[in-house]
């Protein structure tokens, strides 16, 4: 896990965390959100049997990032994705050694973006199906992320979401449309009558 953590955008400030976040956009860059959506509204569909999410947007997004066994390596992130943030209490030799063969079959870049994908976008999803209502009502009543830790000046900093899901300004989600399309595509699948 520390390894990740020392690799990745998130974790890192000044001209590391640029020189990293651009190159974590151009790995999104090359994934085209209305493919994604058709990919994970056809994975779902075909395997809806629970756990659908994570299970299938890791797997299209897996997959439309170029891994090879795009389910082996979607079951690889959730123990990694629980322990991704310091103090989180979760981890252990699990998470380290699924951190360790994700760096070693994708990269920091798109290990990093289906990590910080995972739980996100599975909350976004299960709120919205447990509720019965859109993706756009979750993010007014029940953001999947309400608030997000900075490290500044070696001090940990909450800082709130409100009304700002996605973040602001140089730490904003960079893959807001690529969340969007592999929550729209699960829940076309398993409520195809009702928007999304």
Same mark, same amino acid.
């Given at each position: 896990?520390?390894?990740?953590?020392?690799? &990745?955008?998130?974790?890192?400030? /000044?001209?590391?965390?640029?020189?990293?976040?651009?190159?974590?956009?151009?790995?999104?860059?090359?994934?085209?959100?209305?493919?994604?959506?058709? !990919?994970?509204?056809? +994975?779902? !569909?075909?395997?809806?049997?629970?756990?659908?999410?994570?299970?299938?947007? +890791?797997?299209?997004?897996?997959?439309? +990032? /170029? *891994?090879?066994?795009? %389910?082996?390596?979607?079951?690889?992130?959730?123990?990694?994705?629980?322990?991704?943030?310091?103090?989180?209490? !979760?981890?252990?030799? %699990? *998470?380290?050694? %699924? *951190?360790?063969?994700?760096?070693?079959?994708?990269?920091?870049?798109?290990?990093?973006?289906?990590?910080?994908?995972?739980?996100?976008?599975?909350?976004?999803?299960?709120?919205?199906?447990?509720?019965?209502?859109?993706?756009?009502? &979750?993010?007014?009543?029940?953001?999947?992320?309400?608030?997000?830790?900075?490290?500044?000046?070696?001090?940990?900093?909450?800082?709130?979401?409100?009304?700002?899901?996605?973040?602001?300004?140089?730490?904003?989600?960079?893959? &807001?449309?690529?969340?969007?399309?592999?929550?729209?595509?699960?829940?076309?699948? +398993?409520?195809?009558?009702?928007?999304?």
């Amino acid at each position: 896990m520390d390894r990740l953590r020392r690799s &990745v955008s998130r974790f890192s400030n /000044g001209r590391d965390h640029a020189q990293r976040r651009t190159v974590v956009e151009a790995v999104l860059a090359e994934v085209d959100p209305d493919a994604l959506r058709v !990919a994970t509204r056809r +994975l779902a !569909a075909a395997d809806p049997a629970p756990p659908v999410v994570p299970r299938v947007p +890791l797997t299209a997004l897996a997959g439309a +990032l /170029g *891994a090879r066994e795009p %389910a082996t390596v979607a079951a690889l992130v959730p123990p990694v994705a629980a322990a991704y943030l310091p103090g989180s209490g !979760a981890g252990g030799p %699990a *998470a380290d050694a %699924a *951190a360790d063969e994700l760096l070693g079959r994708l990269g920091a870049a798109r290990a990093a973006v289906l990590v910080q994908s995972c739980l996100p976008v599975t909350a976004w999803v299960r709120t919205a199906l447990d509720r019965g209502i859109t993706l756009d009502e &979750v993010l007014a009543t029940a953001p999947p992320v309400p608030a997000t830790t900075r490290w500044r000046d070696g001090e940990t900093v909450t800082v709130p979401l409100d009304g700002i899901p996605f973040g602001e300004g140089p730490r904003r989600c960079p893959g &807001v449309a690529h969340a969007r399309a592999l929550a729209e595509g699960v829940l076309a699948a +398993l409520r195809p009558a009702a928007p999304v």
